[in-house]
Protein backbone atom coordinates (compact mmCIF):
# COMPACT_ATOMS: atom_id res chain seq x y z
CA UNK A 1 0.00 0.00 0.00
CA UNK A 2 1.79 3.42 -0.78
CA UNK A 3 1.94 6.23 1.72
CA UNK A 4 -0.58 8.48 0.53
CA UNK A 5 -3.20 5.68 1.12
CA UNK A 6 -1.64 4.07 4.27
CA UNK A 7 -1.25 7.60 5.69
CA UNK A 8 -1.97 11.16 3.78
CA UNK A 9 -5.65 10.34 3.19
CA UNK A 10 -6.75 8.75 6.15
CA UNK A 11 -5.29 12.11 7.80
CA UNK A 12 -6.88 14.66 5.58
CA UNK A 13 -10.39 11.97 6.70
CA UNK A 14 -9.65 12.54 10.25
CA UNK A 15 -8.95 16.12 9.76
CA UNK A 16 -11.97 17.14 7.80
CA UNK A 17 -14.29 15.10 10.28
CA UNK A 18 -14.84 11.79 7.35
CA UNK A 19 -16.89 15.13 5.52
CA UNK A 20 -15.85 14.00 2.02
CA UNK A 21 -16.27 17.63 0.83
CA UNK A 22 -14.58 19.30 3.30
CA UNK A 23 -11.50 16.68 3.06
CA UNK A 24 -11.56 17.46 -0.63
CA UNK A 25 -11.02 21.22 -0.08
CA UNK A 26 -8.45 20.35 2.64
CA UNK A 27 -6.84 18.81 0.14
CA UNK A 28 -6.89 21.89 -2.25
CA UNK A 29 -5.52 24.00 0.30
CA UNK A 30 -2.51 22.12 1.02
CA UNK A 31 -2.01 21.67 -3.00
CA UNK A 32 -1.82 25.59 -2.89
CA UNK A 33 0.45 25.97 -0.13
CA UNK A 34 2.90 23.04 -1.90
CA UNK A 35 2.87 24.88 -5.00
CA UNK A 36 4.26 28.24 -3.61
CA UNK A 37 7.22 25.79 -2.15
CA UNK A 38 8.18 23.51 -4.73
CA UNK A 39 8.38 23.31 -8.44
CA UNK A 40 8.52 19.98 -9.88
CA UNK A 41 8.34 20.22 -13.37
CA UNK A 42 7.11 16.24 -14.38
CA UNK A 43 7.90 14.57 -17.49
CA UNK A 44 7.87 16.90 -20.49
CA UNK A 45 5.85 14.64 -23.06
CA UNK A 46 4.37 17.86 -25.34
CA UNK A 47 1.31 17.70 -27.37
CA UNK A 48 -0.39 19.79 -29.70
CA UNK A 49 -3.95 19.81 -29.32
CA UNK A 50 -6.73 22.11 -30.95
CA UNK A 51 -4.39 25.05 -31.57
CA UNK A 52 -2.72 24.76 -27.95
CA UNK A 53 0.55 23.47 -26.74
CA UNK A 54 0.90 21.21 -23.57
CA UNK A 55 4.05 20.14 -22.21
CA UNK A 56 2.58 16.92 -21.57
CA UNK A 57 -1.56 15.21 -22.21
CA UNK A 58 -2.03 14.68 -18.60
CA UNK A 59 -4.62 16.95 -17.22
CA UNK A 60 -7.12 17.81 -13.83
CA UNK A 61 -10.72 17.30 -15.17
CA UNK A 62 -13.28 20.21 -14.50
CA UNK A 63 -14.76 19.81 -10.81
CA UNK A 64 -11.32 19.08 -9.08
CA UNK A 65 -10.51 22.56 -8.44
CA UNK A 66 -13.36 24.58 -9.90
CA UNK A 67 -12.55 27.48 -8.02
CA UNK A 68 -8.59 27.70 -9.61
CA UNK A 69 -7.73 27.20 -5.40
CA UNK A 70 -4.24 25.20 -6.30
CA UNK A 71 -3.35 26.12 -9.90
CA UNK A 72 0.24 26.23 -8.41
CA UNK A 73 0.15 23.63 -6.99
CA UNK A 74 -1.41 21.00 -8.96
CA UNK A 75 1.00 21.99 -12.27
CA UNK A 76 3.89 21.70 -9.42
CA UNK A 77 2.72 18.43 -9.21
CA UNK A 78 3.48 17.80 -12.86
CA UNK A 79 0.07 18.07 -14.90
CA UNK A 80 0.19 19.17 -18.18
CA UNK A 81 -3.09 21.50 -18.17
CA UNK A 82 -5.98 22.04 -15.91
CA UNK A 83 -9.54 22.87 -16.75
CA UNK A 84 -11.30 25.07 -13.06
CA UNK A 85 -15.12 25.35 -13.14
CA UNK A 86 -18.05 24.49 -13.83
CA UNK A 87 -18.39 28.13 -13.42
CA UNK A 88 -21.73 29.92 -13.65
CA UNK A 89 -22.52 33.48 -14.47
CA UNK A 90 -23.75 34.24 -10.71
CA UNK A 91 -22.31 33.06 -7.52
CA UNK A 92 -24.64 29.74 -6.69
CA UNK A 93 -24.62 27.46 -3.55
CA UNK A 94 -25.59 24.14 -5.61
CA UNK A 95 -27.30 21.23 -4.47
CA UNK A 96 -27.94 20.57 -0.80
CA UNK A 97 -25.22 18.90 1.51
CA UNK A 98 -23.83 15.89 1.36
CA UNK A 99 -23.39 15.91 -1.83
CA UNK A 100 -20.13 14.04 -2.33
CA UNK A 101 -19.73 10.70 -1.41
CA UNK A 102 -16.53 8.25 -1.72
CA UNK A 103 -17.11 4.52 -2.95
CA UNK A 104 -14.34 2.92 -1.72
CA UNK A 105 -14.85 -0.33 -2.61
CA UNK A 106 -15.51 0.20 -6.07
CA UNK A 107 -12.90 2.94 -6.28
CA UNK A 108 -15.95 5.38 -7.61
CA UNK A 109 -17.06 8.98 -6.38
CA UNK A 110 -20.62 9.66 -7.07
CA UNK A 111 -21.23 13.84 -6.90
CA UNK A 112 -24.16 16.05 -7.37
CA UNK A 113 -22.41 18.97 -6.84
CA UNK A 114 -25.08 21.25 -9.11
CA UNK A 115 -22.17 23.43 -10.29
CA UNK A 116 -21.29 25.10 -6.95
CA UNK A 117 -19.96 28.11 -8.21
CA UNK A 118 -18.33 31.97 -6.65
CA UNK A 119 -19.42 32.76 -9.99
CA UNK A 120 -17.60 34.31 -13.13
CA UNK A 121 -16.49 37.22 -11.44
CA UNK A 122 -14.77 35.58 -8.73
CA UNK A 123 -12.95 32.77 -11.00
CA UNK A 124 -11.93 35.86 -13.37
CA UNK A 125 -10.12 37.48 -9.99
CA UNK A 126 -8.47 33.90 -9.07
CA UNK A 127 -6.93 33.53 -12.72
CA UNK A 128 -5.64 37.06 -13.40
CA UNK A 129 -4.12 36.68 -9.42
CA UNK A 130 -2.56 33.40 -11.24
CA UNK A 131 -0.63 35.38 -13.66
CA UNK A 132 2.47 33.37 -13.86
CA UNK A 133 1.66 29.11 -14.90
CA UNK A 134 3.26 27.28 -17.44
CA UNK A 135 0.12 25.07 -18.59
CA UNK A 136 -2.48 25.79 -20.43
CA UNK A 137 -5.66 26.46 -18.09
CA UNK A 138 -9.65 25.34 -19.25
CA UNK A 139 -12.23 26.85 -18.49
CA UNK A 140 -15.03 25.04 -18.19
CA UNK A 141 -18.93 26.67 -18.57
CA UNK A 142 -22.08 26.41 -17.74
CA UNK A 143 -25.91 27.81 -17.05
CA UNK A 144 -27.01 28.85 -13.12
CA UNK A 145 -29.37 26.58 -12.10
CA UNK A 146 -32.40 29.26 -12.14
CA UNK A 147 -31.67 30.35 -15.64
CA UNK A 148 -34.64 28.66 -17.90
CA UNK A 149 -32.96 26.82 -20.80
CA UNK A 150 -34.38 29.09 -23.20
CA UNK A 151 -32.18 31.56 -22.06
CA UNK A 152 -29.64 29.30 -21.37
CA UNK A 153 -26.86 30.36 -24.29
CA UNK A 154 -26.75 33.67 -22.34
CA UNK A 155 -25.29 32.37 -19.38
CA UNK A 156 -22.72 30.71 -21.65
CA UNK A 157 -22.24 34.37 -23.52
CA UNK A 158 -21.38 36.16 -19.74
CA UNK A 159 -18.99 33.39 -19.07
CA UNK A 160 -17.07 33.69 -22.31
CA UNK A 161 -17.38 37.78 -21.93
CA UNK A 162 -16.25 37.79 -18.41
CA UNK A 163 -13.28 34.99 -18.54
CA UNK A 164 -12.21 35.33 -21.90
CA UNK A 165 -8.99 36.70 -21.43
CA UNK A 166 -8.05 34.31 -18.81
CA UNK A 167 -8.43 31.21 -20.79
CA UNK A 168 -6.43 29.10 -23.37
CA UNK A 169 -9.81 26.69 -24.08
CA UNK A 170 -13.29 26.70 -22.95
CA UNK A 171 -15.45 23.74 -22.79
CA UNK A 172 -18.95 23.87 -23.17
CA UNK A 173 -20.72 21.64 -20.31
CA UNK A 174 -23.91 20.34 -20.84
CA UNK A 175 -24.30 16.86 -20.23
CA UNK A 176 -23.76 17.21 -16.28
CA UNK A 177 -26.65 15.29 -14.81
CA UNK A 178 -26.49 17.27 -11.43
CA UNK A 179 -28.75 20.54 -12.91
CA UNK A 180 -31.92 20.01 -13.72
CA UNK A 181 -32.80 19.49 -17.57
CA UNK A 182 -29.64 20.41 -18.83
CA UNK A 183 -28.89 17.34 -20.49
CA UNK A 184 -31.77 18.53 -22.63
CA UNK A 185 -29.03 21.27 -24.40
CA UNK A 186 -27.71 18.08 -25.54
CA UNK A 187 -30.53 17.77 -28.22
CA UNK A 188 -29.87 18.27 -31.35
CA UNK A 189 -31.32 21.86 -32.42
CA UNK A 190 -30.91 22.85 -28.91
CA UNK A 191 -27.29 22.21 -29.22
CA UNK A 192 -26.45 23.52 -32.65
CA UNK A 193 -28.06 27.11 -31.24
CA UNK A 194 -26.26 26.95 -28.30
CA UNK A 195 -23.13 26.44 -29.83
CA UNK A 196 -23.92 28.84 -32.91
CA UNK A 197 -23.96 31.68 -30.26
CA UNK A 198 -20.95 30.48 -27.75
CA UNK A 199 -19.06 30.65 -31.23
CA UNK A 200 -20.23 34.08 -31.99
CA UNK A 201 -19.50 35.23 -28.71
CA UNK A 202 -15.91 33.95 -28.93
CA UNK A 203 -14.99 35.72 -32.31
CA UNK A 204 -16.51 38.63 -30.34
CA UNK A 205 -14.21 38.45 -27.57
CA UNK A 206 -11.21 37.48 -29.73
CA UNK A 207 -11.12 41.42 -31.28
CA UNK A 208 -9.48 40.32 -34.55
CA UNK A 209 -6.71 37.90 -32.70
CA UNK A 210 -6.43 34.48 -32.54
CA UNK A 211 -9.74 32.57 -31.49
CA UNK A 212 -9.41 30.47 -28.77
CA UNK A 213 -10.80 26.86 -29.10
CA UNK A 214 -14.12 25.66 -28.05
CA UNK A 215 -14.77 22.19 -26.73
CA UNK A 216 -17.73 20.19 -26.03
CA UNK A 217 -18.38 17.65 -22.91
CA UNK A 218 -20.85 14.94 -23.84
CA UNK A 219 -22.54 12.42 -21.15
CA UNK A 220 -21.95 8.74 -21.13
CA UNK A 221 -25.83 8.04 -20.98
CA UNK A 222 -26.68 8.32 -25.12
CA UNK A 223 -28.39 6.08 -26.92
CA UNK A 224 -26.84 5.75 -30.52
CA UNK A 225 -28.54 8.05 -32.61
CA UNK A 226 -28.26 10.93 -29.68
CA UNK A 227 -24.60 10.36 -30.22
CA UNK A 228 -24.45 10.47 -33.81
CA UNK A 229 -26.90 13.75 -33.66
CA UNK A 230 -24.37 15.71 -31.02
CA UNK A 231 -21.31 14.55 -33.56
CA UNK A 232 -23.06 16.21 -36.33
CA UNK A 233 -23.14 18.98 -34.82
CA UNK A 234 -19.41 19.16 -33.15
CA UNK A 235 -17.81 18.30 -36.12
CA UNK A 236 -18.73 21.97 -37.46
CA UNK A 237 -19.01 23.46 -34.00
CA UNK A 238 -16.29 22.63 -31.71
CA UNK A 239 -13.02 22.15 -32.25
CA UNK A 240 -12.09 19.18 -29.66
CA UNK A 241 -14.51 16.99 -27.37
CA UNK A 242 -13.93 15.87 -23.51
CA UNK A 243 -15.26 12.21 -23.48
CA UNK A 244 -17.24 11.65 -20.70
CA UNK A 245 -19.16 13.64 -18.20
CA UNK A 246 -20.24 11.47 -15.12
CA UNK A 247 -22.88 9.02 -15.70
CA UNK A 248 -26.19 8.40 -14.05
CA UNK A 249 -26.05 3.92 -15.22
CA UNK A 250 -25.20 2.27 -11.40
CA UNK A 251 -23.56 -0.91 -12.62
CA UNK A 252 -24.59 -4.07 -10.51
CA UNK A 253 -21.26 -4.98 -9.43
CA UNK A 254 -21.54 -1.73 -7.15
CA UNK A 255 -20.79 -3.09 -3.57
CA UNK A 256 -20.22 0.51 -1.76
CA UNK A 257 -23.19 1.53 0.38
CA UNK A 258 -23.48 4.85 -0.66
CA UNK A 259 -24.28 3.14 -4.76
CA UNK A 260 -27.99 4.03 -4.41
CA UNK A 261 -26.82 8.01 -3.95
CA UNK A 262 -28.30 10.13 -6.74
CA UNK A 263 -25.93 12.15 -8.99
CA UNK A 264 -22.77 11.48 -11.04
CA UNK A 265 -20.92 8.27 -10.82
CA UNK A 266 -17.17 8.25 -11.63
CA UNK A 267 -14.07 6.26 -11.19
CA UNK A 268 -13.38 2.92 -12.54
CA UNK A 269 -17.19 1.57 -12.79
CA UNK A 270 -17.06 4.48 -16.10
CA UNK A 271 -13.93 3.05 -17.19
CA UNK A 272 -15.15 0.75 -19.95
CA UNK A 273 -17.45 3.05 -21.12
CA UNK A 274 -15.51 6.02 -21.09
CA UNK A 275 -13.03 4.01 -23.23
CA UNK A 276 -15.92 2.35 -25.54
CA UNK A 277 -17.28 6.22 -26.32
CA UNK A 278 -13.82 7.52 -27.06
CA UNK A 279 -13.37 4.58 -29.56
CA UNK A 280 -16.31 5.16 -31.22
CA UNK A 281 -15.76 9.42 -31.76
CA UNK A 282 -12.43 8.77 -32.69
CA UNK A 283 -14.02 6.08 -35.42
CA UNK A 284 -16.35 8.57 -36.60
CA UNK A 285 -14.59 11.70 -36.14
CA UNK A 286 -10.49 10.86 -36.39
CA UNK A 287 -9.09 14.12 -36.91
CA UNK A 288 -11.16 15.52 -33.98
CA UNK A 289 -8.66 16.02 -30.52
CA UNK A 290 -10.26 14.00 -28.17
CA UNK A 291 -9.99 14.73 -24.13
CA UNK A 292 -10.19 11.43 -22.56
CA UNK A 293 -11.72 11.31 -18.60
CA UNK A 294 -13.32 8.79 -16.97
CA UNK A 295 -12.08 5.90 -15.15
CA UNK A 296 -8.03 6.27 -15.32
CA UNK A 297 -6.58 5.20 -11.88
CA UNK A 298 -3.64 3.92 -13.31
CA UNK A 299 -0.42 4.35 -16.33
CA UNK A 300 -2.05 1.51 -18.26
CA UNK A 301 -5.72 2.98 -17.64
CA UNK A 302 -4.23 6.03 -19.87
CA UNK A 303 -2.35 4.56 -21.63
CA UNK A 304 -5.80 2.27 -23.19
CA UNK A 305 -7.49 5.96 -23.37
CA UNK A 306 -5.01 7.23 -25.49
CA UNK A 307 -5.09 3.73 -28.01
CA UNK A 308 -8.67 4.44 -28.05
CA UNK A 309 -8.14 7.92 -29.60
CA UNK A 310 -7.60 10.01 -27.16
CA UNK A 311 -4.74 13.20 -27.33
CA UNK A 312 -5.42 14.19 -23.86
CA UNK A 313 -6.53 12.63 -21.03
CA UNK A 314 -7.64 13.97 -17.56
CA UNK A 315 -7.54 12.84 -14.08
CA UNK A 316 -10.22 13.70 -10.93
CA UNK A 317 -11.19 10.51 -9.12
CA UNK A 318 -7.53 8.60 -9.57
CA UNK A 319 -6.01 11.58 -7.72
CA UNK A 320 -8.69 10.87 -4.81
CA UNK A 321 -7.60 7.11 -4.83
CA UNK A 322 -4.13 6.94 -6.38
CA UNK A 323 -2.70 9.78 -4.95
CA UNK A 324 -0.58 13.09 -5.90
CA UNK A 325 2.14 11.64 -8.11
CA UNK A 326 -0.25 9.69 -10.63
CA UNK A 327 0.35 12.34 -13.43
CA UNK A 328 3.94 11.62 -13.08
CA UNK A 329 3.47 7.96 -13.39
CA UNK A 330 1.65 7.97 -16.21
CA UNK A 331 4.22 10.39 -17.94
CA UNK A 332 6.62 8.08 -17.52
CA UNK A 333 4.65 5.14 -18.85
CA UNK A 334 4.18 7.69 -21.65
CA UNK A 335 8.13 8.52 -22.09
CA UNK A 336 8.93 4.82 -21.99
CA UNK A 337 6.31 3.94 -24.60
CA UNK A 338 7.87 6.62 -26.95
CA UNK A 339 11.35 5.40 -25.78
CA UNK A 340 10.79 1.59 -26.92
CA UNK A 341 8.76 2.85 -30.15
CA UNK A 342 11.88 4.74 -31.10
Do not use: W
Not at 242 to 257: E, G, K
Amino acid sequence: MSFYRAFVRPTIDLFSGFDRERAHYIALYALRSYGTLFRFGGVRNEVRAFGVTFPNPVGVAAGFDKHAIALAGLEALGFGFVEVGTVVPLPQEGNPRPRLFRLTEDRAIINRMGFNSEGAAALAKRLSAHRVHRIPIGVNIGKNKDTPLAQAADDYEKCIERLYPHADYFTVNVSSPNTKDLRQLQEKQQLETLLARVQRKIHECAQGAKIKPMLLKIAPDLSQSEQDDILSVAASRVQGLVICNTTVARPPSLRSRHRAETGGLSGKPLQARALELVRYVHTRLPTMPIIGVGGILSPDDALRMFDAGASLVQLYTGLIFEGPFLPYRINRALAARASRSN
